[in-house]
Nanobody, 120 residues
Framework: QVQLAESGGGLVQAGASLRLSCAAS?????MGWFRQAPGQPREFVAL????????YYAESVKGRFTVSGDNARTTVYLQMNNLTSEDTAVYYC????????????????WGQGTQVTVSS
């Protein structure tokens, strides 16, 4: 069982930056981020696969968001730049131990979520 703990959400103005962090209690194959806006399904944002450092991004965040991790492979970060109101959502840290997936149904572990609100 892997526990994930996020931090770093908040309220910012459009164009600003935020950095999210998520610490895992155990080893994972991948760690990443999904988000869920009110009334919308949870959607993939970004992830990193530890074994080779490969990163994956949703098209909507490419060029603005950067996912990275620490050398211990237990903490993942999401640097979010040039935020827009469309980025407003609860951001969930994700962890997998068996597969690399961008599908929410394939994620094995979730954090509790952290709210990101971008005012325009």
């Amino acid at each position: 069982q892997v526990q994930l703990a996020e931090s770093g959400g908040g309220l910012v103005q459009a164009g600003a930056s935020l950095r999210l962090s998520c610490a895992a209690s155990g080893r994972t194959l991948t760690m990443g981020w999904f988000r869920q806006a009110p009334g919308q399904p949870r959607e993939f944002v970004a992830l990193i696969r530890w074994m080779d450092g490969t990163t994956y991004y949703a098209e909507s965040v490419k060029g603005r968001f950067t996912v990275s991790g620490d050398n211990a492979r237990t903490t993942v970060y999401l640097q979010m730049n040039n935020l827009t109101s469309e980025d407003t959502a609860v951001y969930y840290c994700s962890g997998t131990t068996r597969t690399t997936t961008v599908r929410p149904a394939g994620v094995g572990y979730w954090g509790q979520g952290t709210q990101v609100t971008v005012s325009s």
